[in-house]
């Protein structure tokens, strides 16, 4: 299995890229990295690695699109970049699944160009792993790609997250629920109030209505809906409630599953290729957990399912 790698994406590119794909291929010997980027950093990173520099195949992109660039003005002006260069052997096939750490507007932009999105599908979503006080894990969705929606979006988001709970992490019969400020119906904002009854009505998913913020971490739902603006904040919210108690020296086991580093990405919903996006400050580990999931989405068959679905 090919799995593409934007070498050049995050804080600590490429030297922490170049780290993750050795563990991954020790970890998953059938898996055959290919990395994106600048080549005579990438062998720099080689180099003070000490592994050869015919380990992996590289394709040199001479740009990088840095973090704060505007992404849809960089992925259609730096068509040299690393991520415009893999998206390109995505869509030819040549790799079956791109990760990446870097700009995640520019991933995100970059797969509606390239592999595009599904059909039917109208905004593909990024998710967040949700974990649970049981030992298990829900699915946040929409968590920063979608600001504003509609109610027929929440009502796509519904399916997708219900289709990846499903196929992907293995959880049968998914129960979906709306974040809301109540659990009546009637409760929560226009959009909120507008999707319900889509969501109720819906045949693909199995709806258990809405879920409040102190319901994200017990087994209410599985799968959690709302706007990517809500979600962006409750994403950054578990992520901030990981480090304050780290740095006030709390040691727990249920507090360690919320650090980021264990899951490595997210996985680009809705769109015709499996795409996985990571936090900007991925390290060795993060991108190791990455071409795991990776590996997970393809096995899946996930889109194929959506295609389908949709």
Avoid: W
């Avoid at 797969?111 to 946040?140: C, N, Y």
């Avoid at 796509?156 to 129960?175: C, D, M, R, T, W």
């Amino acid at each position: 299995m090919r799995i593409g790698i934007d070498a050049m994406g995050g804080d600590f590119a490429p030297l922490e890229a170049v780290k993750g794909c050795i563990a991954a291929k020790k970890m998953f010997p059938h898996i055959t990295p290919v990395l994106f980027g600048q080549q005579d950093k990438i062998l720099e990173s080689f180099q003070q690695l000490g592994v050869p520099d015919s380990l992996f195949e590289i394709v040199h992109a001479p740009e990088v699109i840095e973090m704060g660039e505007h992404a849809t003005k960089a992925i259609s002006h730096k068509k040299g970049s690393s991520i415009n260069i893999a998206y390109k052997h995505l869509t030819e096939k040549n790799i079956e699944a791109l990760i990446g750490a870097g700009n995640t507007g520019a991933m995100l932009v970059g797969s509606l160009f390239s592999v595009k999105s599904i059909e039917g599908v109208q905004r593909p979503t990024i998710t967040s792993i949700l974990p649970k006080l049981d030992g298990g894990f829900g699915v946040l969705l929409d968590v920063g790609a979608n600001a504003d929606c509609k109610p027929e979006v929440l009502n796509q988001f519904a399916i997708l997250g219900s289709l990846y709970a499903h196929y992907v992490f293995g959880i049968e019969n998914p129960k979906v629920a709306l974040l809301s400020i109540g659990e009546e119906k009637e409760k929560g904002n226009i959009l909120n109030q507008a999707a319900y009854p889509q969501l109720e009505m819906n045949d693909r998913i199995n709806f258990v209505g809405n879920v409040e913020g102190r319901d994200l971490f017990n087994s209410k739902a599985d799968v959690i809906v709302c706007d990517g603006f809500t979600g962006n904040i409750v994403l950054k919210l578990c992520e901030d409630f990981y480090y304050t108690f780290s740095k006030l020296g709390v040691n727990n086991d249920y507090l360690n599953r919320f650090n980021f580093r264990n899951y490595g990405g997210s996985a680009i919903l809705g769109v015709n290729e499996p795409v996985i996006v990571g936090h900007g400050i991925s390290k060795e580990d993060s991108f190791c957990n990455m071409f795991k999931l990776a590996i997970d989405v393809v096995n899946s068959k996930l889109i194929e399912k959506i295609k389908q679905s949709f």
